[in-house]
């Protein structure tokens, strides 16, 4: 109230607000404990309500919803093991590509670039992570799938002859091109993260070993990556959870097929694809709650990778897991 | 060097030292190799990044003119058309998101400054893995809560019920990012102003968020460049309209809809609106992304002054 009252004439006008917001202190408690109460009630909202407009489905389809590969809206049967499949093959294709570049470029970033380069480099990937996925999508299917129809697909055909995994027709889009398109737009995240955690192994760990005369390289290899290991992992992890449930980019270069692929060039569907793609056109009841369902499933297996990586990368320090909530 | 023969420790220490000179050249080598394949990977990384950018600004601004801006979309094989009615209904959509996001978030974020106890620790763990879940299970969500019939619910696709997905996918950037900027602000000024015998909600409102306000600043913006940029949470709320709509009752088109609807058609016209409007939606949100932090920035400075 003592504020209240000395602070300058040209508040005056909002006097009645301010009165307003005057509040005693437990009514301010109460007021923000209601916010949080709030928020954790709309996630419970949130989890009981897709349980709840899904259970017909895995009530009806029972185990086979997750074991079965026919997805037939006409003869309404649902099961939703070639989607699963294909969020795995896509999740793996992205990782294997982005792991080993990531992580170079990590190491790049926080030990073997000019000073004068690190802070603009390292801006410019933060950035990039902030471009919609959208537009991967749309420079994936416009230009990277006939390019790799042209170029990349006959190459790695002529290395096996056309057997798997190259085989099959090359139409550009498909798996490979998922795959490609997902690793590109989770290299930001995973290299901005693992930089940050490379760049927090203590400095003088890191004199220790030069002084001992290690080459640079050894340092990197024996003292900077183990000791950031938990932390690099949790920034893969946390990579990987985006991959899984990334969905417009996806949906616009993987073709769209409900079958098993049986060649990289195979076109396919992940879990997040068929439910953008399937989800307005699903008028009968069994066929919307089966997208919900393998909604379900994508809450399911987002939330436990989310919560293994917060912890790994949490575990590492308290101050860079609060960076990486914001990533 | 008797007495150096008769120490084991000495003596080991030269055999390692030896080994250590004798291995000089060799491990050099492998280390610059070692460096080259970083660098090497930061190069084969920035490649496709930068190839995207290029693209998109080269075929974005070959479709930029003012009928683009100021246009309704024409049917496939009409050329010309515009996104008039997409910018209209991504600006309703985003403010009504962020409306509800901002006070709610920064007040979550107040919350959980002050307390460290079980519950909170819960509450900022949640935050963290709700950020990471798929836009598109929180659009199923938002679709549930606001388009599917049931009393309460609008019972029809609308620009709300984007705004409500879009907001969901903001809250926990802001939970988190006001959290930290925050618990940033020096407790003795809060202390200070509590001294004075200013209540609590006083000391929230004239001393620490004004002072955690850079921090606030970029929290913010960077939620609505996120939120902004998500297509999937509109695809079965928003839905996308050939019309004008200035009512987020209704339907309404939005940016990231148009790239996602145009660009998998096969009609040049409909592709070349996909480049402008994506060209339209990176500008944004670069200039969202930089600006947060140009503030951020700027704001610090003028603090320290």
Redesign the interface.
């Known amino acids: ?4 009252t000395t ?1 300058s004439p040209r508040q005056g006008t909002s006097r009645g607000l301010r009165r307003l ?5 437990g ?3 109460g ?3 209601v ?2 109460a ?3 009630l ?2 419970i ?2 989890v009981t ?2 349980v709840i ?1 899904s259970r017909s489905a895995f009530a009806h389809f029972g185990l086979s919803f997750l074991t079965g590969t026919k997805w037939d809206a006409v003869h309404t049967h649902f099961g939703a093991l070639t989607f699963i499949v294909g969020t795995l093959e896509t999740t793996l294709i992205a990782m294997f590509i982005a792991i ?6 990590a ?3 926080a030990f ?2 000019p000073r004068r380069l690190r802070v603009p ?1 390292g ?2 990937v ?3 992570a ?10 994936g ?4 799938a006939p390019w790799m129809r042209i170029y990349v697909e006959p190459g790695l055909a002529h290395i096996t002859g056309g057997r798997f995994p190259f085989g099959g027709a090359q139409i550009g889009t498909g798996l490979l091109l998922a795959g490609v398109v997902l690793s ?1 737009m989770v ?2 995240t995973l ?1 901005a993260i693992s930089r940050d955690v490379l760049m927090a192994v203590p400095g003088t760990e890191i004199e220790g070993a030069f002084a001992l ?1 290690a ?4 340092v ?2 024996k003292v900077v990556v183990p000791s950031a290991r938990t932390g690099v992992v949790g920034a893969t992890t ?1 990579a990987t ?2 991959a ?5 980019a996806v949906t ?1 270069v993987i073709g769209n097929s409900p079958a098993f692929a049986h060649s990289l060039f195979s076109t396919s569907a992940t879990m ?1 694809s068929v ?2 793609n399937e ?2 056109e699903a008028t009968e009841p069994y066929h919307l709650a089966s ?2 369902a393998v ?1 379900v499933l ?2 399911v297996v ?2 436990l ?3 293994a ?2 912890l790994a990368v949490r575990s590492v320090s308290r101050e860079r ?3 990486v ?2 990533l | 060097m008797t007495v150096m023969a008769a120490d084991p420790i000495l003596a080991r220490r030269a055999e390692i030292q030896q080994i ?1 000179q004798d291995t ?1 050249r060799r ?2 080598l ?6 080259l ?6 190069v ?3 490649i ?2 930068v ?3 290029v ?2 600004v080269i075929r974005g601004a070959s479709a930029w003119n003012w009928a683009f801006f100021s246009h309704l979309p024409t049917p496939a094989g009409i050329p010309g058309g515009g996104i008039s009615n997409a910018i209209v209904g991504s600006v309703v959509i985003d403010v009504i998101a962020a409306a509800a996001a901002i006070p ?1 978030g920064i ?2 974020g ?3 400054s ?1 307390s460290d106890g079980r ?2 620790s819960v ?1 900022r ?14 659009a ?2 938002a ?3 606001l388009v ?1 019939r049931h009393p309460g619910s609008l019972g029809h696709f609308s620009g709300v019920a984007a705004s409500f997905a879009i907001g ?1 996918i903001m ?3 802001i ?3 006001s ?2 900027a925050i618990r940033g602000v020096p407790q003795v000024l809060s202390e200070a ?1 509590l001294a ?7 000391v ?3 001393v620490v968020l004004p002072t955690a306000l850079p921090g606030l600043i970029t ?1 913010v913006l ?1 939620a609505v ?2 939120g ?5 949470p509109l ?2 709320t928003a ?1 996308g309209s050939q019309f004008m709509a200035w009512s987020p009752l209704k339907p309404m088109n939005a940016i ?1 809809l148009v ?2 609807q145009n ?2 058609q096969a009609y040049p016209d409909l ?1 070349k609106i ?2 402008g409007s ?1 060209l339209f ?2 500008v944004a ?2 200039i ?3 600006g947060s ?1 140009m503030v951020a920035t700027r704001l610090r400075r003028v603090r320290r002054d």
């Open positions: 109230m003592v504020l209240a602070t917001l005057e509040v005693p202190d009514a301010y408690r007021a923000l404990g916010l949080a709030l928020f954790a709309l996630l909202a949130f309500s897709l407009q080993p570049i990531g992580l170079g470029c190491l790049a970033l073997a670039t480099l801006t410019a933060e950035l990039l902030a471009v919609p996925s959208v537009v991967y999508g749309l420079w299917l416009l230009v990277l590109i290299l930001p290299v005369g080459t640079r390289w050894q990197m290899r946390l959870g985006r899984l449930g990334e969905t417009i616009m997040a439910i953008a989800f307005t997208l919900i909604g994508l809450l987002s939330v990778v989310n919560l990586a917060r897991a609060i960076g909530g914001i | 250590a000089a491990r050099q492998f280390s610059r190799f070692g460096m394949v970083c660098r090497a990977c930061l084969i990384a920035l496709p990044l190839a995207l950018l693209y998109v709610f007040g979550a107040l919350f959980l002050h519950i909170a509450l763990l949640s935050a963290d893995v709700l950020s990471g879940v798929p836009s598109i299970v929180v199923i969500f679709y549930i809560v599917s969901i809250l926990p950037i939970i988190r990012a959290e930290t102003a004075l015998g200013a209540r609590r909600a006083t929230a409102r004239k929290a960077l460049a996120r902004a940029g998500e297509t999937a695809l079965f839905i990231p790239i996602y660009g998998i592709v996909a480049w994506a939606l990176v949100v670069l969202l992304s930089v932090r």
